[in-house]
C-alpha cells in the first residue's frame, strides 16, 4: 500500500504541472514529517547526497563539452564523417549519426549534442534539400548516443548510486551497446535514404579527406586519451574529467577559438547545467532515503522473491517499468528513485551489476526520445524550429530500434560486460 500511495501521490504531483524536483521534495517531506523524524535531517541528507568526489566528474565533462561546442570546434567532426561518408545513399543523415556516436566521447550528455553539434546538422541537411523534421528526428535520435558512449554523466550517477560499481567499469561497458545503436541509426537511415531518394554530398578527393582527418584529428584523439588514461591506470574515471577540460582548453587556445570572455561564457553555462543536475540528484537522494526510512526496498525484495520466478522475467518487468518511467521522468530522477530499490533485486537473481547499471542507463536514455515527455524532443523542435507533434510522429521508428536493441543488450549480457571482464573490472 505504501509503494502504492507514494508513485500515486508523485505521479500526480507531477501531472497537476509541478516540477519534478519539487514533487519530490514534498513528498519526502511528507514522508519525514508522517514518520515523525525531526527535519533537521532533511538538510543533512542534501548536504550528505552531494558529499562525493565521484560527482566532481560531472561539471568538468560538462565544461569540457562547453568549451569543444562554443568555440566551434565541433564543425571538425561533421566535416570529417561528411568527407568520408557523404558520398553514400542518404550521407548527411549517416554523417549526423557518425557525428554524434564521435561527440559522444567529448561530451557524454545528448543535451548537449542536440543544441551544439545538432545545430550544425540540421542546418547542412536543411541546405542539402532534407525535410526539417527528418532531419531534426535524425538529430534527437542520434544525441542519445551520449549518454551511452563514454564519458557518460549517467554512468558517473549509476556507480555513485551502486557504491559497489566503478566509473572505469560502466564506461568500457557502454562503448558496445552505443555503437550497435548507432549502427542500427544508420541502417535505418540508409533504408529511408533509399525509399526516399534522399540527396547525397559529393564525393571528396583523397587530398580533402586527409584534410577533414588532420583538422579533427585532436578532437577524435579525446576520447582515446580518456579511456586510455583510465584503462592503463595513469589516471582515475574523475581525474579522466580535468584532463579533458585542460585539453579541450589546449586545443581552444591553439585554434585561436578562445579567449577571456569565451571561457567565462562556457564556465557559467557549465555551472548553470551542473547546479541543475545536482539539485535534482540532492531531492532525489532526499526521497530515496525517505524510501529506505519506509522499507520500500526490503517490501519490493520480499514481492519479487515470492511473484518472480527467475532474472529473465525480473528483466521484462524492469524494462516496461523503466520504459514507462522514462516517458514521464528525466533520466537523473529516474535512475535516483529505482536504483536503490531495483539493485538488490537484480544482485539476488544473480545479475551481474555492471550489466544492470548499462540496462538501467541505456532504458532510461531511450526516455529521452520517448513521448509524451522526451527531454530532447523539446529540446531539438526549439534547435530545428519544427513542430513538436511532427517530431513526436516520426521519432516512433528510431524509439523502436532504440527498445530493439535495449532488448538485445537485455537478454545478451555480453554485450555489456565483455569489455568490462576483458580489462578486469
Known sequence: MKIIWLLGMFFVLIFIGLPIMFSMGLLSMAVFVGQGNSMLIIGQKLFSSLDNFTYICIPLFILASEIMT??????????????????????????????????????????????????VEIEMMKKAGYDPTYATTVTVASAILGPIIPPSNAFVIYAAISGSVSIAAMFLAGIIPGVMLGLIEMALCYYYAVKYNHPVSPKTTFKEKMYATKE???????????????????????????????????????????????????CVRAAKNTASIMLIISVASLMGYAITVLRLPQIAIEWATASIGNQYIFLLFVNVLLLFLGCVLDQTPAMLLVVPILLPIATKFGIDPIHFGLIVCFNLTVGLITPPVGMQLFIGANVGHVKLSALFRSILPFAGVAIITLFIITFVPSTATFLPTFFGY
Do not use: W
Open 70 to 119: 562554443q568555440c566551434d570546434l565541433m564543425e571538425a567532426l561533421v566535416k570529417v564523417c561528411n568527407a568520408f561518408i557523404g558520398h553514400v545513399k542518404g550521407g548527411l543523415a549517416l554523417v549526423n549519426v557518425l557525428g554524434s556516436m564521435l561527440f559522444a566521447g567529448v561530451s557524454g550528455s545528448a543535451s548537449a549534442d542536440t543544441t551544439g553539434l545538432g545545430r
Open 216 to 266: 579533427a584529428l585532436p578532437i577524435l584523439v579525446l576520447p582515446i586519451i580518456i579511456l586510455g588514461g583510465i584503462i592503463s591506470g595513469i589516471f582515475t574515471a574523475t581525474e579522466s574529467a580535468a584532463v579533458a577540460v585542460v585539453y579541450a582548453i589546449i586545443i581552444a587556445i591553439a585554434r585561436k577559438k578562445l579567449n577571456f570572455k569565451v571561457l567565462y561564457r562556457c
